[in-house]
């Protein structure tokens, strides 16, 4: 019996020992996220591209449009993947054979427990592959969208498309921010793009009717979704961000104290503010736009702080200071911002109301005050259109970066 016995184990360590390894495919996936287990239709679906270097590290371009995210924290371990994207804390962790990917997307992290079904295909790199036929319509140009029409949550946006045969790159702009680098395609009547950069994970689907308006579905979250309704409209417009926001009649002056991500106070009160011109920008370490405005304005310091020019993020995060700092350390770290950055509290309106206390108006993240040499308030802003924007972007960039060379050359 103790023969038998031995000769089993053996036969089995052989057997285990002869068991090939899970071998990780390089090359082009088709990800999807399922926000909403029930309807399939809203999936997120998002290109990425697995490569190795002669050195063995590995790396993931997920793609949108015209923008590539390259993912380098990237953990495998037996047959299981685990990938963080940068700057934000979203995380992929997935278990993989040689041809798909199956497992868990956590748009805040592990730690956050929230978890929405993941899959990716390998070889595969058509975004909507259930949709085949050419398309019937061609859907480039301005759109006028109008969201959860004829509700009290009612929103203009506006949306600008470009189709090259079925295939669709643009963007939707909102009253405090766009939807960023969508994509996706027209196939016969249906219209369907989407968008995942780690913070984002968006979808807007539409059936496009004979006369060539659409009526669509967006989903950006289990409790983010909405209806909408769009017709071609070459003249539609949003306010500038300026418009939307101003500073209250007989308001005090403007002041704050918030830790820095060390925990050491920062007033605006400070002499290292005084005859400076200073930009406060009310932010979220968790907010694509908000990134997107910190990267310009990452640029901007970089150009003019030895001409007098001070910028503080004022970051809305989680609850305390303590379990915001990592988030606030890390955004820092992959941004390369160099001005400073403080906890001014947990996100939300209401957080955002009481810090900017001398504000009327609409208030989005980001919001963005700008303050002249003498410490009065020049400009107040909300929203940003980011890079994804295209023309948008350019102009906002030429416009603010004039406005600032102005506040700068104007004496105390």
Same mark, same amino acid.
């Given at each position: ?62 793609? #949108?449009?015209? *923008?590539?995210? =390259?993912? +380098? @924290?990237? +953990? ?32 805040? $992290? ?37 969201? #959860? ?5 009612? #929103?203009?946006?506006? $949306? ?14 909102? +009253? ?11 196939? $016969? #009547? ?29 989903? $950006? ?59 406060? @920008? ?6 694509? +736009?908000?990134?997107? *405005? ?22 809305? @995060?989680?609850? /305390? ?54 410490? /009065?308030?020049?400009?107040? *802003? ?17 416009? /603010?970066?004039?406005?600032? @060379?102005? =506040? ?5």
């Amino acid at each position: 019996m103790k023969k038998i016995l031995l000769f089993a184990l053996l036969a089995s360590a052989v057997l285990f020992a002869c068991k090939p390894k899970p071998f990780l495919q390089p090359g082009p996936y088709l990800g999807v996220i399922r926000i909403d287990s029930t309807d399939p239709s809203l999936d997120v679906p998002f290109n990425m591209t697995l490569s190795v270097s002669t050195d063995g590290q590995r790396v993931i371009e997920v793609t #949108n449009a015209g *923008e590539t995210i =390259l993912v +380098n @924290e990237i +953990n495998v371990s037996n047959d299981s993947l685990y990938l963080r994207f940068p700057i934000f804390y979203s995380e992929i962790v997935c278990r993989f054979t040689k041809d798909s990917l199956v497992g868990s997307y956590y748009p805040k $992290g592990r730690d956050a427990g929230i978890a929405y079904m993941f899959f990716a295909v390998a070889g595969q790199t058509d975004r909507f592959p259930g949709h085949t036929e050419p398309a019937a319509f061609n859907v480039s140009g301005r759109w006028r969208i109008m969201e #959860n029409p004829g509700t009290p949550d009612s #929103n203009l946006m506006v $949306g600008e498309f470009r189709q090259e045969s079925g295939l669709v790159t643009g963007t939707i702009l909102a +009253n405090g921010g766009d939807y960023r680098y969508l994509e996706g395609k027209v196939s $016969g #009547n249906k219209f369907m793009v989407s968008a995942m950069d780690g913070a984002h994970s968006l979808a807007f689907v539409a059936d496009i009717a004979p006369d060539g308006s659409m009526n669509g579905r967006f989903i $950006g979250g289990p409790r983010w979704k909405s209806v909408w309704k769009a017709v071609k409209d070459s003249t539609v417009t949003l306010p500038r961000g300026q418009d939307l926001v101003k500073l209250k009649k007989g308001a005090p002056r403007f002041t704050f104290t918030f830790p820095d991500v060390n925990g050491q106070p920062v007033s605006l009160d400070d002499t290292v503010f005084r005859g400076k011109v200073v930009i406060v @920008e009310a932010m979220g370490t968790w907010c694509p +736009n908000c990134m997107d *405005e910190s990267l310009y304005l990452k640029d901007v310091y970089d150009r003019y702080r030895e001409q007098g020019l001070e910028i503080v993020g004022l970051c809305f @995060e989680d609850k /305390t200071f303590e379990v915001s700092q990592g988030k606030m350390q890390r955004f820092i770290s992959q941004t390369g911002a160099a001005y400073k950055f403080l906890y001014a509290g947990p996100r939300g309106g209401g957080s955002l109301r009481t810090v900017l206390y001398v504000a009327d108006g609409m208030l989005a993240f980001p919001t963005t005050i700008y303050i002249d040499r003498k410490g /009065t308030i020049r400009r107040m *802003e909300t929203g940003f259109s980011g890079p994804g924007t295209g023309s948008h972007y350019d102009d906002l960039v030429r416009e /603010t970066t004039g406005f600032i @060379e102005k =506040l700068l050359a104007e004496k105390p």
